[in-house]
């Protein structure tokens, strides 16, 4: 039986000092910018994209130094999305992580320029593994088509477009939105430890999209019953801004069902997984039931 909280740990604290690696290298002209760009890089948070592609890793067998640089440009280019999502222009909020915005900070100037040079600082990483060989070459296209126009840029814009008032909505539209705006940068960690290991495993990517799903629903979920503190950014926005969400469309109660309901999937595929799955089991378990 396993320690579900000791391992992740394990993880995240070697996902960190592989960033600390990074960030002790970076030296920017300004120092300004490179100081924005690592207050909210090393900001903490749950780095459960960083510890899925860990997680997903030892389920295949693949050595951590393989994923480790894919790991760090998918949490750049999140923190990126981070930083602008937390905008005037998108979301409007003052807190990401219980600490200022990375624009009541530094300003708006300047926190849009950190998320631009974390999002290039991404592809940079992308590119040096890019010459290793026709696998990394296809990893970074697959994270480069999570995060762009037909990943989670789409599913911003579509949530910008449907939270403007009189715009009919369906579950369709919905689920254009979560898999697009969170579930892509969810599946890119599953998909990439796939792509990198040789090894087809179509199940662990219905896992990994799977898990984007419920990770939005329960999100959904703590924009209303969250607290402020736990959570370290502001609750209660999406049904201030008219947002489109599970709690939205079906009410508090059916989006608790339907991430019941998600979760269970998640399991399912699972079972048919073969290798040690235990943790990643857990790691549902552990969404589903988050309260951050």
Do not use: W
Request: aromatic share 8%; charged share 25%; net charge negative.
């Amino acid at each position: 039986m396993i320690d579900f909280n000791l391992l992740y740990d394990r993880y995240v604290n070697e996902f960190e000092t592989y960033a600390n690696t990074y960030a002790d290298k970076l030296h920017t002209k300004p120092e300004l910018l490179g100081e924005s760009m690592l207050y909210s890089l090393l900001n903490g948070g749950k780095r459960i994209r960083p510890v899925l592609a860990l997680a997903c890793a030892d389920v295949l067998a693949l050595p951590h130094e393989e994923v480790l640089p894919y790991a760090l440009a998918l949490e750049m280019i999140h923190t990126y999305s981070l930083i602008h999502d937390d905008l005037p222009a998108m979301d409007n909020d003052d807190y990401r992580r219980g600490k200022l915005s990375s624009h009541k900070k530094f300003g708006e100037d300047n926190a849009i320029l950190a998320g631009d040079g974390l999002l290039n600082e991404a592809y940079a990483l992308c590119f040096q593994q890019c010459l290793k060989g026709e696998k990394y070459v296809l990893a970074s296209s697959f994270l480069n088509e999570c995060a762009g126009v037909y990943g989670m840029i789409a599913g911003q814009s579509a949530d910008l477009y449907y939270s403007q008032e009189n715009k009919d909505v369906s579950e369709e539209e919905l689920a254009y939105i979560h898999e697009h705006k969170t579930g892509k940068l969810l599946l890119a960690p599953v998909a990439i430890v796939g792509i990198l290991s040789g090894k087809a495993y179509l199940a662990l990517e219905r896992f990994g999209k799977l898990l984007g799903l419920l990770f939005q629903i329960t999100d959904d979920i703590l924009d209303v019953t969250g607290d402020s503190k736990q959570l370290g950014k502001t609750v209660g926005k999406d049904e201030k801004e008219n947002k489109l969400t599970y709690v939205k469309l079906y009410g508090l109660e059916g989006a608790k069902v339907r991430a019941d309901m998600c979760a269970k999937d998640c399991l399912a595929v699972l079972e048919g997984i073969d290798g040690e799955t235990d943790f990643l089991k857990e790691l549902v378990q552990y969404v589903l039931k988050r309260s951050n």
